[in-house]
């Protein structure tokens, strides 16, 4: 990896995922490290529908001198990828030679993807795997930034592990980065996001020396209680040996995307128009509602990998 990109020249990151995940804060946190540290910073951004499946993706250029705010194709030094596809499908925007992906291997399958609804229904979605597409570019950092933030206790936090992957790749000092994002997230999440950037930090940094699975990267952290998304879950789940479905009521905004999706019909909305679980015993843990929920309020728990990782 490019530990260190040439500042005399502009440098081109690219940051790409799906409404919902914090693309623009990513794009926002980036700009103003650039600010902060001198550079002259372009920043240009276009933002999909605002819930999961809608792209959204942001060129951030800094050095001495910008002139354009876009990024040609096959300029990019860092492609920064939130999903999984969405990475995929700007990766001829990477530098050929020498550039950086970075992705999250988090899958978020977009509504028009799932049409066939019957059990075991294929998707209409990336097939490739991580280790394909890591082989095929210069320099690869595919990790399960959701899964790392989820064992934080907030899966929204993310786009955080992915900064702190990120930051691995260009020349800012580490506490500066972690009081800019400071200033971005609110302040009872500030302690998690801190967390969650050297969770990203410290993976990057033992993947360039060692080799690293998505399970043994994430390392044991103490979260303090108050931040828990334990403590919001109902009882409302299912379970079998495998798996474990959550639903998070108090983020739900009654969209009914997981309704109409799963394809088994297990949920429903209650009288508050919020999810519930109707039929945990149809439950098959395919992860549909949790890919497609725009607000992060289900979670399919791998309890096999949790016993594992135990
Ligand atoms: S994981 Fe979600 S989408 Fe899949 S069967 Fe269970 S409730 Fe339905
Ligand atoms: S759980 Fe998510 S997808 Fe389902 S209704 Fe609530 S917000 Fe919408």
């Known amino acids: ?90 990766l001829n925007y990477l530098e050929p030679t020498d550039g950086t992906f970075i992705t999250d291997t988090q899958h978020i399958v977009p509504p028009f993807a799932c049409l066939n609804r019957k059990r075991g229904a294929d998707r209409v979605y990336s097939k490739e795997t991580p280790a394909e597409i890591v082989a095929e570019v210069a320099n690869g950092l595919a990790l399960d930034a959701t899964s790392m933030a989820t064992d934080l206790g907030n899966p929204r936090a993310s786009n955080t592990v992915l900064l702190g992957t990120l930051s691995t790749a260009l020349d800012f000092p580490v506490e500066e980065w972690l009081d800019v994002i400071s200033e971005f997230v609110p302040p009872k999440t500030i302690e998690i996001n801190r967390q969650a950037f050297m969770t990203g930090r410290d993976w990057s940094e033992r993947a360039k020396t060692e080799t690293v699975s998505e399970t043994t990267a994430t390392p044991d952290v103490v979260i303090p209680e108050d931040l828990q998304v334990a403590d919001q879950v109902t009882p409302d789940h299912a379970a079998n040996d495998d798996f474990e479905l959550r639903l998070t009521r108090e983020w739900c905004k009654g969209c009914d995307i997981c309704v109409k999706m799963c394809p088994e019909r297990c949920l429903g909305l209650d009288a508050e128009q919020l999810v519930e679980l109707r039929h945990p015993d149809r439950c098959t843990g395919c992860r549909v509602c949790e890919w497609l929920c725009p607000d992060f309020a289900i979670d399919v728990i791998r309890t096999s990998f949790k016993k594992m990782s135990a």
């Open 1 to 90: 990896m490019n530990d260190q990109p040439n500042q005399d020249r502009t440098t081109n990151v690219l940051i790409v995922g799906v409404g919902g995940q914090g693309v623009i804060m990513v794009s926002k946190v980036l700009a103003l490290m650039c600010q902060k540290n001198g550079y002259q910073v372009k920043q240009s951004e276009v933002h999909g529908m605002a819930k999961r499946g809608g792209s959204v993706f942001s060129h951030v250029r800094f050095g001495s001198e910008v002139w354009s705010p876009t990024i040609p194709a096959g300029e990019a030094d860092v492609l920064l990828a939130l999903e999984w596809a969405e990475g995929l499908r700007w």
